[in-house]
C-alpha cells in the first residue's frame, strides 16, 4: 500500500476517527482545526495523537501534525479531507482557495451538496487550479469521542456502496482513483452531487425523528435514543412521504431514483433497525445539529431542487417549517437554496450539463 499524505479539516468526532483510523493504516495524516475550536486539538497535540477504541483499527494513533494553521496543513498534502459541518463549507473552501496546488483533491465527507458552495467560492475568488472536488453521501465512519477529545470510538465502518460525486461528474472516476488505498472501495460513482447530496439518509431521518419527537426530547434532559425510540410506525410514515418525493424529483431530472432503505442499506451494510441496535444517545434538544444542520443543509436544498422542477414537496416543506418555527429562525432564507449556491437562473438542463461538465451556459 502506499503511503498517503492527508490533510483533515475538522477535529470533531469524524475527523478524530479518520485521522486516527487513517493513521493506524499507514498513512501521514496532518489534522487541522479552526482556531475557535483549538480545544479539539489541545489534549491531541499534548498526548502527541488519539486514542483509538471499536470495531476499526484500534490503539494509539501518532498524528503527523495537528495544527490551527491550515497552510502547514494542506502544503504537500494529496487528499484534503472536509469533516467539519456542512454550515462551514463556504469557509472552509474560502481558506483553502489560495493554499491548494495543482494535483490535489478536496472531498467532502459528507457533502450535503457543500461542493456547490466550495465551488461558488472558488469561481467568486477566481480560483484556477488544477484540483478535484467531491463529495460523499455519508461520512465513512459512525464515531464518538465517548471519553471527549484526544479520544474516538469508531462503532461502525460504513460503506460498502456510498454513493459519491465530483464536480463536474465527469471527474469522478478520477476522484476515486485520488483516495486509492483509503476510501476508494466504498464508494460508487453517483450521476451527478445531487444523488450524495440529497440520498444523505441524515437529511430526512434527523429532523423527522428529532421535530416528531420534541416532547420527548425536551422532557427527557439528555436520555432519548432517536433510533431506538423515536421512529415508531407513525414516525416512519413521514420518512416515507419525505423519500417519495425526493424520488419524484429525481425521476423528474432524468435520475433513476433510489428508496430509502437501498441507500440506507447501501451507506451502512445493514437496516435501519439492525443500525439502531448500536445507535447512540440523542438528539438533546431543538438546536442540535440533527436539526440546525440537516434542515437548512440538506432539506432545504431539496426542497428547493423540488420547486426548480416542478415537484411539490409538501413533507419537507412542513419540516423546514416547523424547524424554524421552534428555533425562532427562517431555515429556508439561510438555506442551501439553489439560489444561494448561484444556480437558480440555470434551467433545468443548464443545471444538468453544469453538474455534468461544469460549464454554465
Not at 139 to 168: K, Q, S, W
Not at 206 to 233: C, D, Q
Not at 259 to 288: C, H, I, L, W
Request: with cysteine; charged share 20%.
Amino acid at each position: 500500500m502506499r503511503r498517503r499524505r492527508i490533510c483533515i479539516i475538522g477535529a470533531g468526532n469524524g475527523g478524530s476517527a479518520m485521522a486516527g483510523d487513517m493513521t493506524l493504516a499507514g498513512h501521514e495524516c496532518r489534522l487541522f482545526e479552526f482556531p475557535e475550536f483549538a480545544s479539539n486539538i489541545a489534549p491531541i497535540q499534548s498526548a502527541g495523537g488519539i486514542k483509538v477504541t471499536g470495531v476499526a483499527r484500534t490503539g494509539f494513533a501518532r498524528i503527523a501534525l495537528v495544527t490551527c494553521d491550515l497552510a502547514e496543513a494542506v502544503e504537500g498534502a494529496e487528499l484534503v479531507m472536509v469533516a467539519t459541518q456542512a454550515l462551514l463549507h463556504e469557509r472552509v473552501g474560502r481558506e483553502l482557495a489560495p493554499l491548494l496546488k495543482d494535483g490535489q483533491a478536496v472531498i467532502l465527507w459528507p457533502g450535503s451538496g457543500g461542493t456547490l458552495a466550495v465551488r461558488k467560492v472558488w469561481d467568486e475568488v477566481g480560483f484556477d487550479r488544477d484540483v478535484l472536488l467531491a463529495e460523499g453521501v455519508t461520512f465513512p465512519y459512525c464515531c464518538r469521542r465517548l471519553e471527549g477529545p484526544g479520544t474516538v470510538n469508531i462503532h461502525r465502518v460504513d460503506g460498502p456502496r456510498m454513493l459519491y460525486a465530483a464536480l463536474p461528474a465527469s471527474d469522478t472516476e478520477a476522484a476515486i482513483r485520488a483516495m486509492e488505498g483509503t476510501y476508494d472501495t466504498v464508494v460508487v460513482p453517483a450521476v451527478s452531487v445531487l444523488e450524495p447530496a440529497l440520498y444523505n439518509t441524515n437529511i430526512i431521518v434527523h429532523p423527522v425523528g428529532s421535530l416528531l419527537n420534541m416532547g420527548r426530547i425536551e422532557h427527557a434532559k439528555g436520555e432519548f435514543w432517536m433510533y431506538k425510540e423515536g421512529l415508531t410506525p407513525s414516525v416512519d410514515k413521514v420518512i416515507h412521504a419525505m423519500d417519495r418525493e425526493r424520488a419524484a424529483i429525481f425521476k423528474a431530472l432524468g435520475y433513476r431514483p433510489y428508496t430509502y432503505d437501498e441507500v440506507f442499506r447501501n451507506s451502512f451494510n445493514m437496516t435501519r433497525q439492525e443500525f439502531a441496535v448500536a445507535s447512540s444517545k440523542g438528539p438533546f434538544s431543538m438546536r442540535d445539529r440533527y436539526i440546525t444542520e440537516d434542515i437548512p443543509m440538506g432539506a432545504v436544498l431539496t426542497a428547493s431542487l423540488g420547486r426548480k422542477v416542478g415537484v411539490p414537496t409538501p413533507t419537507y416543506d412542513a419540516m423546514i417549517h416547523i424547524a424554524s418555527v421552534v428555533n425562532d429562525t427562517d431555515f429556508f432564507a439561510q438555506g442551501r437554496t439553489l439560489e444561494h449556491l448561484g444556480l437558480g437562473d440555470l434551467s433545468v438542463d443548464q443545471l444538468k450539463e453544469y453538474l455534468l461538465t461544469g460549464r454554465r451556459p
